[in-house]
């Protein structure tokens, strides 16, 4: 079975700080690993996907295979980052499997 | 520019009324998929189909059924409607083929509520 972990329900930083929102996944081949984010009264949409390797509004993942994580970096948060962030995981099966979600909040 | 279209944003229910949700996609997507997004339960995958009249079982299909008649609608069907079943309901697509395709779009979401 394909498990998507967000441990933080909830993430308040102040502007200009670091964000890191963490997610580990378990599954046993080689997932393909995705960021989505929803704006407030906005629809829920792609942030960035590992085998990308980009960097979107700033933001950057990296799949750590050792360690099962995705987690979600952004070295100096805006106030425009405040929503909600989902990781989530496609397995062989053709199902993508979402994690619950951590709110993020920007502190002016 | 919209893509996938949920027919109704809000619906308000009775407990036991049949509920049709209704998604229709114009990307020519083959996959489509039926989500409910709850607070701290995150996106559960109800249903998803990956062809005209095809469709799969998601995590969580008890209550609900689909129906794929045209590659470019997927409904979502509540036989019976119960309060537990009060939640936001995302549809989704994307296209089958490399990975660069393995990215959905969503509609706005419909949120029902069952009294």
């Known amino acids: 079975a394909q498990r998507v972990t967000q441990p933080e329900k909830l993430l308040s930083v102040f502007k200009g700080a670091p964000v890191e929102l963490k997610c580990n996944y378990s599954?046993?081949?080689?997932?393909?690993l995705f960021w989505y984010v929803q704006y407030s009264r906005q629809r829920l949409q792609l942030l960035l996907r590992?085998?990308s390797r980009e960097s979107i509004k700033g933001f950057t993942a990296d799949l750590n295979k050792g360690e099962t994580s995705f987690h979600l970096k952004k070295p100096f948060a805006q106030e425009e980052d405040s929503a909600m962030y989902y990781c989530?995981?496609?397995?062989?099966?053709?199902?993508?499997?979402f994690g619950t979600g951590t709110r993020l909040t920007i502190i002016p | 520019d919209v893509k996938v279209t949920q027919s109704s944003r809000y619906l308000v229910k009775r407990t036991g009324e049949k509920v049709f949700l209704e998604c229709v996609q114009d990307?020519?997507?083959?996959?489509m998929f039926w989500y409910r997004q709850d607070p701290g339960l995150g996106l559960r995958l109800i249903y998803f189909?990956?062809?005209?009249?095809?469709?799969e079982k998601g995590d969580i299909p008890e209550g609900y059924s689909v129906s794929r008649e045209k590659k470019e609608r997927f409904s979502l069907i509540l036989e019976s409607a119960s309060t537990n079943q009060t939640s936001m309901y995302l549809c989704?697509?994307?296209?089958?083929?490399?990975?660069?395709?393995?990215?959905?779009?969503f509609g706005a979401g419909s949120r029902l509520t069952v009294l």
């Open positions: 590992h085998i």
């Open positions: 989704a697509s994307r296209p089958t083929g490399n990975s660069g395709a393995n990215v959905l779009t």
């Open positions: 989530a995981l496609l397995g062989g099966n053709e199902k993508l499997t």
């Open positions: 189909s990956y062809d005209v009249k095809m469709k």
């Open positions: 990307m020519d997507h083959e996959n």
């Open positions: 599954y046993s081949g080689s997932p393909e």
